[in-house]
């Protein structure tokens, strides 16, 4: 499966941004689909993730309540709302294609090439 993210921007803080995820090349529904980030001189982290057709949804912690993620499976794509944004969410933004519910950049096997989201006080 191939990853297309989009959606990137500046923003100030409290905005909101939607990012999305197009997938090709293979089923969406097939596999866990998830979101993470990476700040700049920092590992990649989990931020949400989505499986079975959505019967699974998990948040990291710090973003909780504020993102929401999404499928729309007629297209191929997930998305990530993001809520209330806060300086500290400032990032590349990374989805990925796994078949195991994990939260482990390791874990999964495809990845799109990223968006970056800027938050500014």
């Known amino acids: 499966v191939q990853l297309q993210a989009s959606g990137g921007g500046l923003v100030q803080a409290g905005d909101s941004l939607r990012v999305s995820c197009v997938a090709s090349?293979?089923?969406?529904?097939?596999?866990?689909m998830g979101w993470f980030r990476q700040a700049p001189g920092k590992e990649r982290e989990f931020v949400a993730l989505?499986?079975?057709?959505?019967?699974?949804?998990r948040y990291a912690d710090s973003v909780k309540y504020r993102f929401i993620l999404s499928s729309d499976y007629a297209k191929n794509t997930v998305y990530l709302q993001m809520n209330s944004l806060k300086p500290e969410d400032t990032a590349v933004y990374y989805c990925a294609a796994g078949r195991y519910v994990r939260l482990g950049p390791t874990d999964y096997d495809f990845w799109g090439q990223g968006t970056q989201v800027t938050v500014s006080s």
């Open positions: 989505t499986a079975w057709s959505g019967a699974v949804t």
């Open positions: 090349g293979s089923t969406l529904s097939r596999y866990v």
